[in-house]
């Protein structure tokens, strides 16, 4: 928030000044819920560069931010190894100092890290949010409106495309560790799909991977595992696929995101992510078709065609959560739920190295408390 600052609103740190640190401190600063004081980053130029852009303080030690700022809210944007390397020790270091943290996906490239980041904050009830951006979309809303209101009905399949753009010739080898490992788009990326995909069709139950890799990619010894095949059997019955690229080649139809329910009662696809949503109703069984007809769709267009937009709506709802009180167990997107996807990612991993074997996500831990450790 610039100007006036409202007294309610809450004071937030960004740790990590890279674009998306940069894209978080203006989020906070547009939103009447935040009061952005203070910035961090290891390298001194970029804390101070941000800190100059946002006029707020710079400092390159969390420690030390948290030692002389009376934050509410540390928000983690930090990257590292498989883009999500950096986030634990930030993570671990606010919450043990008490605070509420709004961390970039994916919550930790280690599957063990992060279930001690769930754990820890879960035990000493603190928020702990993760970006997953891609589902505070109007798209996603409406979609979400038409299951809640029965015009899905029995969801019966979900297929989900996503990735980035290119094909050979737009090619460019990154030898950073960032990318080059074997499974750093999964952990990396692949967080959003799947969250997305949790979001419309609830827990993953069993996964099933064939990943793969570019002639072009293999040739420059680039290990990244760049296409991504996932089978998927959800709790509820729903099965599932996604269908991922890094740049390996042009997308068709639906644009770099698309993702299409089918259910009973009708069926939904979402466009690029916060553009468009179309839905299609079963058929009326009071008319005849021939094969190919159907009833008209209803389109809903939003206009919008930059993904950036989803950074400060899904920030201002963490804003939201914090301010209504709202339990940790119960925010949106929580470290919870991005856990959920790492796990599934975890078990992609496992099914790849097994031959394409059929394997399981580890469970989740309990949502309301360990009846085991908790005094009753
Ligand atoms: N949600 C999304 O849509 C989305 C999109 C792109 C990237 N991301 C995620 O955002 C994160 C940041 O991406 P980026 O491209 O801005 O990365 P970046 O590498 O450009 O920036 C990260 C910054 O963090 C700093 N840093 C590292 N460890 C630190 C620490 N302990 N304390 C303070 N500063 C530290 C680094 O010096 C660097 O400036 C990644 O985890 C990435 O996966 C999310």
Known sequence: MTGNVPATALKTAVIGMGSIGNTHAKC???DDLSHLVAVCDVVKDKAEKAAETFGVKAYTSLGELLKREDVDIVDVTTSGYENGSWHYE???EALAAGKDVLCEKPLSNDIGETREMVRFAAARKLRLGCNLNHYFTP???RARQYMSDGRI??????LFRMGFQGGEATYGFNPSPRFNRPYAHLKAFLTHPLSVMRYFCGEVTHVQAFLSRTGYRKNKGDLLLS?????????NGTIGYLMSHRGEAAWGLGGWWSCEVAGSRGTFCIENCIEKLTYWPALDPQKKYNLGEAPPPEIYDTGIKSFNETFPRRIHAFLEDKSRGVSPDNIRASGRDALATLEV?????QSYENGGALMRPHPLPPLHGDPLSEKI
């Open 139 to 141: 798209t996603a809303e």
């Open 227 to 235: 296409v991504n095949s996932v089978h998927l059997l959800f709790e």
């Open 153 to 158: 009905g029995e969801v019966i399949s979900i």
């Open 345 to 349: 990612i975890d078990a992609v991993i």
């Open 28 to 30: 906070h600063q547009a």
């Open 90 to 92: 930030p993570v671990m």
